[in-house]
């Protein structure tokens, strides 16, 4: 019911503000955007890379000197499926669709600033063409480390067809076919739909083009095409899942209301003060910085063996915490129980991080074990949210995953893994964290650390 009646204030919202020319209608309910004329309909904002018509083609051309440059419609959209070719030449290229796009006109001196929503088209070998990026705000929203089978999806010097659904707050992608993304996200109801020309490192790289034609739109009596595959969705909902999520096996951990299937980990029941329910996010309070000393650790009262794990974390400054699986509860251990751990952390300023080898220790590392290869620009500050994963495949290999991005990968049970158990922290401990299943814990560490949107799906 939920899901009905978002989708229905979403719809009204897109009717509210849609307008476009009816002269391009056709009978199967299509209006083309592009009239294989002229720019009539579009304008160009934010750089100054030139768009032309040739034949049946719109063709963005690169320039030194300019910012990234849109060609975007005068029209804006709520709901709609989008349909377009799209073929970039070089791996020097870089384009994009805009979807439910916006623009800031005084930003950047009055140069104007376009940001939202945009399916990429990316030339490297990277190929994250089709994956889900917020242009000039949050960064990669949809990385392919979640669904690289889509990788090879488009093709380099041809046209590759894209289709785009953005109904409700479901942002949906294919290109040539294959399913690429899912993003559910509320932040844009409305707004353009517009053609990138990337801007360029140095004036050698002038003169690349990217090309688009075939530029048609659905609005009304939208018919969302369901995806056959099984890949995981970013879903920005306060702990809920979608009907897609249900159906493919996950199940919520958390119920954003109370304390419901989760214990204390040195007794029965749940902690009686420090960790908190409020507003749909789960909290431990800050005390004295000490390790499962105060409030204590909170365990599953369910065991898991293999399975997808995805969860949200905001630390606050200095702050230390950590998610930890195969967790027995057998070990009676003083401290924290014992688990393999991802670790969540302050690295700047925490000590934590400085300690260990060779960064063992840092945010999102499997703790004093293997440290996370992670960029950058996929951490989000401290203070906001983070986007933890967990995957446990019944093969017994590992991978931890920071906002979409794989940072590292091992084998559980392995001669490499045992090595790296020998010279740790853990090596007191017999067959440490090869347990056959185990309890999924959240760390008390003496620090303010939040978490939401804490979900499972089983592999096995």
Not at 137 to 158: D, H, I, Q, T, V
Not at 167 to 192: C, H, P, R, S
Not at 282 to 288: C, H, P, S, Y
Not at 446 to 460: H, M, P, R, Y
Request: aromatic share 10%.
């Amino acid at each position: 019911m939920q899901n009905t009646l978002r989708k229905s204030l979403f719809a009204l919202a897109g009717l509210a503000m849609f307008s476009c020319s009816q002269e391009n209608r056709t009978e199967d309910n299509w209006t083309e955007l592009f009239n294989g004329k002229d720019l009539s309909g579009w304008k160009v904002v934010a750089g100054t890379a030139p768009f032309e018509v040739v034949g049946d083609e719109i063709i963005g051309t690169s320039v030194a000197g300019s910012p990234n440059t849109f060609l975007i419609t005068e029209a804006t959209y709520g709901d709609f499926i989008l349909e377009l070719d799209l073929k970039i030449e070089d791996i020097t290229s870089n384009s994009g669709v805009m979807a439910r796009g916006q623009f800031d006109p005084a930003a950047r001196d009055g140069k104007g600033l376009v940001f939202g929503y945009q399916i990429e088209a990316d030339p490297t070998e990277r190929a994250w063409s089709g994956g889900i990026y917020d242009e000039a705000r949050r960064g990669w929203l949809y990385p392919l480390e979640l669904n690289p089978a889509a990788k090879s999806a488009f093709k380099m010097g041809e046209y590759n067809h894209y289709r785009i659904e953005a109904i409700g707050d479901e942002l949906k992608t294919w290109i040539n076919g294959q399913e690429v993304a899912y993003v559910v996200d509320d932040m844009d109801k409305t707004g353009f739909i517009g053609l990138q020309v990337h801007s360029i490192r140095d004036s050698t790289m002038a003169g690349r083009k990217s090309y688009f034609k075939n530029v048609k739109v659905q609005t009304e009596n939208l018919v969302p095409q369901p995806f056959t595959s099984d890949l995981p969705v970013v879903n920005n909902r306060l702990n809920s899942l979608t009907d897609y999520e249900i159906a493919s096996g996950w199940r919520l951990l958390f119920n954003g209301q109370n304390s419901d299937g989760w214990k204390s980990a040195r007794r029965e029941g749940f902690p009686e003060s420090g960790w908190s329910v409020k507003d749909g996010i789960l909290t431990i309070a800050k005390t004295d910085g000490s390790e499962s000393q105060n409030a204590g650790d909170i365990v599953t009262k369910e065991m898991f063996s293999a399975f997808d794990l995805v969860f949200e974390f905001k630390l606050t400054e200095g702050a230390n915490s950590g998610l930890k699986y195969f967790v027995t509860l057998s070990e009676g251990n003083k401290g924290s129980a014992i688990g393999l751990e991802y670790q969540i952390l302050d690295d700047e300023k925490h000590p934590d991080a400085k300690m260990g080898i060779a960064g063992n220790r840092t945010l999102a590392s499997l703790y004093d074990l293997i440290k996370a290869d992670k960029q950058p620009r996929f951490m989000k500050p401290i203070g906001e949210w983070n986007k933890g994963r967990v995957v446990v495949h019944p093969d017994n290999r590992v991978e931890h995953y920071l906002n979409g991005v794989k940072v590292l990968e091992y084998v559980r049970g392995s001669q490499e893994y045992k090595d790296l158990v020998a010279g740790s922290k853990y090596k007191i401990w017999e067959n440490f964290g090869e347990a056959a299943e185990g309890h999924i814990l959240l760390q008390d560490h003496g620090d303010e650390v939040s978490f939401k949107n804490i979900k499972i799906k089983t592999l096995n």
